[in-house]
Nanobody, 115 residues
Framework: QVQLVESGGGLVQPGGSLRLSCAASGTLFSRIAMAWYRQAPEKQRELVAVIASGRSTNYADSVKGRFTISRDNAKNTVYLQMNSLKPEDTAVYYC?????????WGQGTQVTVSS
């Protein structure tokens, strides 16, 4: 089994930055892909970014050039660096992975971009 715990959310002004963290346990972290999703109120959950075990990355068009996903295998942690934040980025952000045929989600962390 895999356990995922997110942290780093909060309130930030437009144009500001935040870094989210997701700590994983219960598996060989270095060998699995990790992803960040987000869900705004009354909206569908959407993929934000993904990083493979080999550290290749993909991003949603809406965040490309502003967000960066990375991983530290020694710490079993994946990060989402968010720069130039916009009010449209306001959502609950979730860490997600797939292991041994099962999907695992973190509890989510709230990001609010407002002046």
């Amino acid at each position: 089994q895999v356990q995922l715990v997110e942290s780093g959310g909060g309130l930030v002004q437009p144009g500001g930055s935040l870094r989210l963290s997701c700590a994983a346990s219960g598996t060989l972290f270095s060998r699995i892909a990790m992803a960040w999703y987000r869900q705004a109120p009354e909206k569908q959950r959407e993929l934000v970014a993904v990083i493979a075990s080999g550290r290749s990355t993909n991003y949603a068009d809406s965040v490309k050039g502003r967000f960066t996903i990375s991983r530290d295998n020694a710490k079993n942690t994946v990060y989402l660096q968010m720069n130039s934040l916009k009010p449209e980025d306001t959502a609950v952000y979730y860490c997600k992975t797939d292991y041994a045929g099962k999907t695992y989600w973190g509890q989510g962390t709230q990001v609010t971009v407002s002046s």
